[in-house]
């Protein structure tokens, strides 16, 4: 699996924890084409979490194109034998680089 491909044309370098044994091995591959696939609804579904973030020094903030204003630099995957999964994605910003959103 190519990781540049789940996030649809990143190509930095991402820092991908696992917490994966062989017997889980297949359930975070199918956890990480997930991901690949809903990464649309997922950046949708947490911009207005960043956007309330970013209002805490930029008033008016608002993002405009997702893709283009931030990055993922890390993504965390525990084990995917127990529901619900508690993931974690951090993104950094062009608008504030000394900031990483988690």
Request: proline share 4%; aromatic share 12%.
């Amino acid at each position: 699996m190519n990781v540049g491909d789940i996030f649809l044309h990143q190509t930095k370098i991402i820092e991908i924890e696992l917490a994966e044994t062989l017997v889980t091995y297949t359930k975070t591959v199918d956890f990480l084409e997930c991901i690949t696939d809903n990464y649309s609804q997922i950046t949708k579904s947490i911009t207005p979490l960043i956007e309330d973030e970013f209002r805490n020094w930029q008033e008016e903030f608002k993002i405009i194109d997702f893709r283009k204003e931030f990055e993922p630099v890390y993504l965390r995957i525990p084990r995917c034998e127990t529901k619900p999964i508690v993931w974690e994605i951090a993104f950094e910003s062009d608008h504030d680089r000394n900031h990483v959103f988690h």
